[in-house]
């Protein structure tokens, strides 16, 4: 069955960086273009970023475009995304998505808190 599983959050002061990961199995990787997509309390869902199947297109919401770079290991079905000059308003809880433009699985999600 499909499995996407995040890891890399935690708690960061403004300015700081994270690296987040999303290890997919259960369907072949390469073959779909894939999304980070993030949740923070009481809001809806916000699409951050997303990369075709291939790695060489990428597309940023305005909110973190500069700051975050999406990348993905087709070799070891990874997802990454890299998180720069973190901003209190960044803290969410950060998931990977199957596709783009449409979701059809989802993992469980990684924290990630910015606060001094």
């Known amino acids: 069955q499909v499995q996407l599983v995040e890891s890399g959050g935690g708690l960061v002061q403004p300015g700081g960086s994270l690296k987040l990961s999303c290890a997919a199995s259960g369907f072949t990787f390469s073959t779909y273009g894939m999304s980070w997509v993030r949740q923070a309390p009481g809001k809806g869902l916000e699409w951050v970023s997303d990369i075709n199947i291939g790695g060489d297109s990428t597309y940023y919401a305005e909110s973190v475009k500069g700051r975050f770079t999406i990348s993905r290991d087709n070799a070891k079905n990874l997802l990454y995304l890299q998180m720069n000059s973190l901003k209190p308003e960044d803290t969410a809880v950060y998931y990977c998505?199957?596709?783009?433009?449409?979701?059809?699985?989802w993992g469980q999600g990684t924290q990630v808190t910015v606060s001094s």
């Open positions: 998505a199957q596709g783009r433009f449409k979701y059809d699985y």
